[in-house]
């Protein structure tokens, strides 16, 4: 009678858990859909609330918390009236969340892009600030995952955007942006992990040809 009483909880616990991934799963696959064709501010606005529920929801997951940020990244790049501060402090509080459950070269990316973000209000009078701070982020993310395509991906673009008498320009940008490609294409990526950046690198080195 013990063993069956004991086999009958394992079920109940596992069913439990089943139906808790089926959810979380069925909530993943449903925002990240709708990333694929949000181009607005309200719009990424509400996918970052709606994927920052989730990881409320589901507290060992890294995941959601990435993909609430990088909808608020998606919106620092597309509106220029976005307060870059108000949001990057925003962004970095959610990479923090996520790094407490996982922190990889992923989180890095966002943390990078954040950062070039509001050094981009006023490169002159920022640089020195997030500027290191953004530089700082490619580097961490680098030691910790050095063939991360998205990482190699924004190395290359900064020097792709960069004046050859700063030390830039595409003839630089060429190699990086070939290995980060040559990285996308063998890239095999678990469910729900980031796959954003091949496009990207392929649109700036069609531009170099």
């Keep these: 009678m013990k063993t069956i009483i004991t086999s009958l909880a394992l079920l109940l616990v596992t069913g439990a858990a089943t139906a808790q ?8 696959e ?9 181009q607005s501010t309200p719009g990424l606005r509400s996918l970052s609330d709606a994927f920052l529920r989730i990881a409320e929801a589901e507290k060992t997951e ?5 993909y ?20 990057a402090a925003k962004i970095k509080e959610l990479c923090d969340k996520a790094a407490a459950i996982e922190d990889n070269g992923e989180i890095y990316a966002i943390r990078y892009m ?29 030691a910790i995952d050095p063939n991360n395509p998205r990482l190699i991906y924004l190395q290359g673009s900064a020097l ?27 890239e095999d990526p678990k469910q729900f992990y980031p796959r954003w950046g091949k496009e990207m690198t392929e649109q700036m080195l069609q531009q170099i040809k």
């Design 21 to 28: 991934n089926d959810k979380y799963v069925k909530a993943m």
């Design 30 to 38: 449903a925002r990240l859909a709708a990333m694929d064709t949000t």
């Design 62 to 66: 890294w995941l959601p918390y990435y």
């Design 68 to 87: 609430s940020a990088l909808c608020l990244t998606s919106m620092g790049w597309i509106d220029p009236k976005t307060d870059m501060d108000v949001n």
């Design 114 to 142: 954040a950062a070039t973000q509001q050094m981009l209000v006023d490169p002159q009078t920022r640089w020195g600030t997030y500027g290191a701070e953004a530089e700082a982020a490619i580097k961490k993310g680098a």
């Design 160 to 186: 792709f955007n960069t004046p050859e008498q700063f030390g830039g320009g595409k003839e630089r940008a060429k190699p990086v942006l070939e290995k980060a490609l040559a990285l996308f294409n063998a």
